[in-house]
């Protein structure tokens, strides 16, 4: 009996370890077969977007897969390697997460909302709409106040969407990051290394006027390559622009207010018109802030975004053109399809507040 009880606790520390072991076995796994990975990831979230509402309740089994796919793709990002020249999107985002850890967490934080936010109000109104809207409010909330600490960890910084690193490519991990392109992966094997500091060069393309300039493009050095990380983002130091940066955050939150307030009601111009007038107002107050930099230019076009549904919401004739299509679609091959695609994400847009939310 004593026996057993050794051999049992001896095997305690090992079998402690051995989720450890399977999460290293896995990371390995996905880093060295990046390319496959990223092709699954493509096909399946391809999937949940043929089938939103295909069959009844498939809604939430194909959100449920698109928000695993998402937070699994994420998880994936920060295991691949970054390409040598990232974006300065990608840049700026990296250096605060890698040099403030609220930074990272709060950023992870709002990601995963926004993630999951539509999931999540699938399941509150299959219990009530009263508690959909507490939902929609709480989780607006939540991701304003993360916004909030954003611009207070950054020093006073105009927020970036999304606030942590995209997928840019996958770079193999033999490869080391160094790959600047075809030309130069043909002629690794004939650098010539400079006799005196042993330094490599590499070797010239071929003698055509193509590669010559993919060659030197891969090598062109912009303005904001030169710039450090966090000069990308240009400090709001005007009482404007913070109020205006401040507006252009709490404007979800207002624009979920008060349609909670209006139990939903999308016929009613109150709630669509207050979140159009705190959106213009932010813009007119942060005019002089736009064209800074190029990750400010998503912001003005995703903003806009929102406009677009809420107004259709409101007046019927474009949406009556919208099913007519999907209707004379209808019978044909292949099209039939795009139809059934159209249909069903009507009816996600007309039935859940964050099938349309851009931030």
């Known amino acids: 009996m004593k026996s057993l009880y050794k051999q049992a606790q001896s095997r305690i520390p090992a079998t402690i370890s051995l989720p450890a072991t399977w999460l290293r076995s896995y990371e390995e796994f996905v880093t060295k077969n990046a390319s496959q990975v990223s092709q699954i990831e493509s096909a399946l979230r391809s999937l949940s977007y043929i089938i939103p509402g295909r069959f009844r309740e498939s809604e939430l089994a194909s959100e449920s897969l698109h928000a695993s796919l998402l937070l699994l793709s994420h998880y994936h990002t920060t295991l691949f390697s970054p390409p040598p020249r990232p974006s300065p999107h990608n840049r700026y985002t990296r250096f605060w997460s890698k040099s403030s850890p609220l930074y990272a967490r709060v950023s992870l934080l709002l990601r995963t909302i926004q993630y999951t936010e539509l999931l999540c109000e699938m399941c509150a109104k299959r219990h009530s709409e009263k508690l959909r809207w507490r939902l929609v409010v709480a989780l607006?909330?939540?991701?304003?106040?993360?916004?909030?600490?954003?611009?207070?960890?950054?020093?006073?910084?105009?927020?970036?969407?999304?606030?942590?690193?995209?997928?840019?490519?996958?770079?193999?991990?033999?490869?080391?990051?160094?790959?600047?392109?075809?030309?130069?992966?043909?002629?690794?094997?004939?650098?010539?290394?400079?006799?005196?500091?042993?330094?490599?060069?590499?070797?010239?393309?071929?003698?055509?006027?193509?590669?010559?300039?993919?060659?030197?493009?891969?090598?062109?050095?912009?303005?904001?390559?030169?710039?450090?990380?966090?000069?990308?983002?240009r400090r709001l130091t005007s009482l404007q622009g913070q109020i205006a940066e401040a507006m252009w955050i709490v404007r979800p939150l207002v624009y979920a207010l008060a349609m909670q307030r209006l139990r939903g009601n999308k016929r009613d111009w109150r709630?669509?018109?207050?979140?159009?007038?705190?959106?213009?107002?932010?813009?007119?107050?942060?005019?002089?802030?736009?064209?800074?930099?190029?990750l400010l230019q998503g912001k003005v076009i995703w903003g806009n975004?929102?406009?677009?549904?809420?107004?259709?919401?409101?007046?019927?004739?474009?949406?009556?053109?919208?099913?007519?299509?999907?209707?004379?679609?209808?019978?044909?091959?292949?099209?039939?399809?795009?139809?059934?695609?159209?249909?069903?994400?009507?009816?996600?847009?007309?039935?859940?507040?964050?099938?349309?939310?851009?931030?």
């Open 305 to 359: 975004a929102r406009v677009l549904p809420t107004f259709a919401d409101r007046v019927q004739k474009p949406r009556r053109w919208i099913q007519g299509f999907a209707e004379r679609l209808k019978g044909k091959p292949l099209l039939d399809m795009l139809s059934a695609v159209v249909e069903d994400y009507d009816f996600l847009w007309d039935e859940y507040y964050f099938s349309t939310a851009t931030m």
């Open 271 to 294: 709630p669509w018109v207050l979140g159009l007038t705190v959106e213009l107002a932010a813009r007119g107050l942060g005019t002089f802030l736009l064209g800074l930099s190029a």
């Open 140 to 233: 607006e909330l939540v991701k304003a106040v993360c916004r909030f600490i954003i611009l207070r960890v950054t020093g006073g910084r105009m927020g970036v969407s999304p606030p942590v690193a995209e997928r840019e490519g996958v770079v193999p991990p033999e490869s080391g990051g160094d790959a600047s392109g075809d030309e130069e992966d043909e002629g690794r094997g004939k650098e010539w290394q400079m006799p005196r500091t042993g330094m490599r060069l590499p070797a010239l393309p071929p003698p055509s006027g193509a590669s010559i300039t993919n060659f030197l493009s891969h090598r062109v050095i912009s303005a904001d390559e030169i710039k450090s990380a966090h000069r990308l983002m």
